[in-house]
């Protein structure tokens, strides 16, 4: 039969809106924790990262908050972009864990024009 | 600048033939990974090394899968013989420090008959 595959969450936004898209993180020894973009047909690419020391960072249009009390992770896109659309991961590495970073599943981002 | 560089991009194959992929991490960097991306199981690290040497291999699914780093420049996974549930895309990932940025290159399309 059909193999069933993974049920991306998927947020659709407005061109011009706020995206914020969330991430729950498994390992309360985790100590870093990574945005990737991943665009049809390529691989992963770095967005922004931040270490377990600080609960909120920002970059160019993006900003990562980190809440440690209940293993939570967000990405928040301000005044979102077609180019934009593809689909985002989050990453965490154990502490101790080497270089050893575990992804989520992913959550699709979409943007209408 | 060069990124990592895959290759094949993609390869068709009969099951129970050899398949090598094949990688060159960005120069400099000093930590490589494999990694493989399914719709039913997401992003999965199978394998990385550290100054070429396999450093967690326990993401390998099975005797069929090998790796390795002869030289800092290049790594090779092989699957021997491959099986039709080996189809997925493998990334090949690159960093210069212990739990930083990963670096991937576009990714290695298997499909295997």
């Known amino acids: 039969g059909e193999s069933v595959g993974l049920h991306l969450p998927t947020l659709s936004v407005q061109e011009g809106d706020n995206s914020i898209i969330n991430c729950a993180y498994s390992n309360s020894a985790s100590d870093y924790f990574i945005w990737y973009k991943q665009e049809s047909g390529k691989g992963p690419q770095f967005i922004i990262d931040i270490r377990s020391n600080m609960d909120k960072r920002q970059g160019q249009r993006v900003t990562v908050l980190l809440n440690k009390t209940v293993k939570h992770l967000s990405l928040q896109i301000a005044a979102t972009q077609p180019g934009d659309s593809a689909v985002y991961f989050c990453a965490e590495n154990m502490r101790g864990g080497g270089n050893k970073l575990t992804f989520g599943t992913g959550t699709q981002l979409k943007v209408e024009l | 600048d060069a990124g990592v560089i895959q290759s094949p991009r993609h390869e068709v194959t009969e099951m129970g033939q050899e398949v090598t992929l094949r990688c060159k991490p960005i120069s400099g960097h000093n930590s490589l990974f494999w990694y493989r991306q399914t719709m039913m199981r997401g992003l999965e690290l199978l394998i990385y090394?550290?100054?070429?040497?396999?450093?967690?291999d326990s993401g390998m699914p099975e005797d069929r899968f090998s790796a390795k780093m002869p030289n800092a420049s290049f790594s090779t996974l092989k699957i021997q013989p491959s099986e039709p549930r080996d189809s997925a895309v493998y990334f090949c990932?690159?960093?210069?420090?212990?739990?930083?940025?990963?670096?991937f290159g576009e990714g290695s399309r298997l499909t295997v008959l």
């Open positions: 990932a690159s960093s210069f420090q212990i739990a930083g940025e990963l670096f």
């Open positions: 090394f550290n100054n070429n040497v396999p450093i967690d």
